[in-house]
């Protein structure tokens, strides 16, 4: 397994966290699987913070936005306090968290793991939305619907007992 950082800077990494919604030149998203407690990043021009949700709304770190845009943030969460919390419970159990140079980093059922594009090579070349629009069918499979590709997670688990074979 292959842990990442998850939290990126939303002017670069727009498509790797879902987006809430924007708001008074804000971004609203999360990384669903990031940590249990709930929370909600923030992005602006200036920069990024990550507020708390629970047991009250409280700023938990900020990456250069200023006083005032704290504010103004805190003032949509509550706001929108209702609507952030639908979206991070209804997050799916299967979640695709970071795409790197080397392959895709996904969270399924709370457990963390890498898939190489050595070993899955159908999502070296597909695009960003196609590699995060996943659904866990059942317990122990997935399907990509935009690639035409299922999956058991066996496969991911232990991806050599599984070799590829072209004829």
Request: charged share 30%; proline share 4%; net charge negative.
């Amino acid at each position: 397994m292959c842990y990442a950082r998850t939290f990126f800077n939303s002017k670069h990494n727009k498509e790797l966290s879902p987006t809430i919604f924007h708001k008074r030149g804000f971004r609203f998203y999360f990384y669903s699987r990031e940590e249990p407690r709930m929370h909600v990043h923030v992005g602006s021009a200036n920069g990024d913070a990550k507020f708390w949700l629970e047991p009250i709304v409280e700023l938990a770190e900020n990456y250069g936005l200023r006083s005032g845009e704290i504010s103004r943030a805190r003032e949509l969460i509550d706001k929108h306090h209702d609507e952030i919390e639908e979206r991070w419970k209804n997050t799916s159990d299967a979640e695709v968290t970071q795409i790197g140079t080397q392959g895709i980093w996904m969270s399924i059922g709370g457990k963390e793991f890498f898939l190489t594009f050595k070993d899955f090579p159908w999502f070296r070349s597909a695009t960003v939305a196609a590699i995060h629009n996943v659904k866990l069918l059942n317990s122990r499979h997935l399907f990509w619907a935009d690639l035409d590709v299922d999956l058991d997670i066996e496969s991911i688990e232990h991806p050599g007992r599984f070799p590829l074979i072209a004829k």
